[in-house]
């Protein structure tokens, strides 16, 4: 691919519920953003449509030629191959079955087209533009309704020999833990997404007797609120979180040993309760080597790092 004028790209963070769509400049500037409920209830086809014509709205909102959009950006849910933009059956998305997304949308759109899958474009954008700024390896952890990761090693990200790299979500941190969806026992997900600490605290508070007059906790919010009041209960489960999530970061110190790891999602909302014993564990666990260099920090783009992480890794491939 080549650079053809001075230029800025789409980029879009596309996911099964929402979608994030912007016009960013080569120096990362979003200067148009369109933020839109995904189209997928009657499957692929339309939500191939939606994308196009999400495309071309987001172009004439920016009110720039369309000639001086040089490519797109997408960030997708995997599993995909980034090389060839195949999309492989994401979870909750139906009718994905090895889906050429790249070509199609090549061919409807008449620009370069690059693919990563969501959690990747995210550790991206963070590392462009966010908390991992200046950083040559972070590892960026998506803690929202599952866990994802993304590794960037010297600015790029590492997909690994078959795109899984990063799967720190579905590592074991519980020998004969709780069943996970992928079909293995005992993954971070499974204490660490939100979904998981919400049904850990309500079985906990069915368990003390204490809840058994009101209605199961919602939301994560609810959830913080009776950790501000100082309930014991839900307390001890978000130190348990913290801790577990401790341990899968000491591994990625111990293993990958980078610069920086990036916490982003809803779920670090739940703040010191949780990062205190975080940060416990993994001085507890990993080598002091690995600790004394690494930085743990929050996402600092929220929502837009995944459309930040998409529009840097189309600007990379059209410079190439
Ligand atoms: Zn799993």
């Not at 995210?122 to 590794?151: D, H, M, N, R």
């Not at 501000?228 to 001890?236: G, K, P, S, W, Y």
């Amino acid at each position: 691919m080549t650079k053809t004028s001075n230029n800025h790209v789409l980029a879009a963070d596309v996911g099964g519920t929402n979608t994030r769509m912007a016009v960013v400049s080569e120096n990362g500037d979003i200067l148009t953003l369109v933020k839109k409920s995904t189209h997928c209830k009657e499957g692929r086809d339309e939500m191939i449509r939606f994308i196009v014509s999400c495309a071309g709205e987001t172009i004439e909102e920016s009110k720039l030629p369309k000639e001086t959009i040089c490519g797109m950006g997408i960030g997708f849910p995997g599993p995909l191959n980034a090389e060839t933009g195949t999309i492989f059956n994401p979870p909750n998305l139906d009718g994905w079955d090895s889906v050429p997304l790249r070509a199609i949308l090549e061919k409807e759109l008449r620009v370069p087209v690059a693919i990563e899958n969501d959690a990747n474009a995210a550790a991206l954008g963070e590392w462009w533009k966010g908390a991992g700024s200046g950083t040559s390896s972070l590892f960026c952890i998506t803690l929202g309704t599952g866990v994802g990761g993304g590794i960037i090693i010297n600015g790029k990200v590492w997909h690994g020999a078959s795109s899984i790299a990063g799967e720190i979500g579905h590592t074991t941190v519980i020998r004969d833990g709780i069943e996970c969806t992928c079909g293995n026992v005992g993954c971070l997900e499974r204490y660490a997404c939100s979904g998981a600490i919400l049904k850990r605290v309500n079985d906990a508070l069915l368990e003390e007797g204490s809840n058994s007059s009101v209605k199961p906790l919602t939301n994560l919010k609810q959830v913080d609120q009776m950790a501000m009041q100082d309930n014991e209960i839900v307390l001890n489960v978000i130190k348990e979180t913290g801790a577990i999530l401790g341990i899968a970061i000491a591994n990625i110190a111990n293993l990958l040993n980078p610069e920086m790891v990036v916490l982003f999602g809803g779920v670090i909302n739940l703040g010191e309760h949780l990062f205190e014993p975080l940060k416990e564990e993994v001085k507890r666990r990993a080598f002091k080597k690995a600790t004394e260099s690494l930085r743990i920090e929050l996402s600092q783009l929220g929502d837009n790092s995944g459309t930040l992480g998409a529009a840097k890794n189309i600007l990379s491939k059209l410079q190439d």
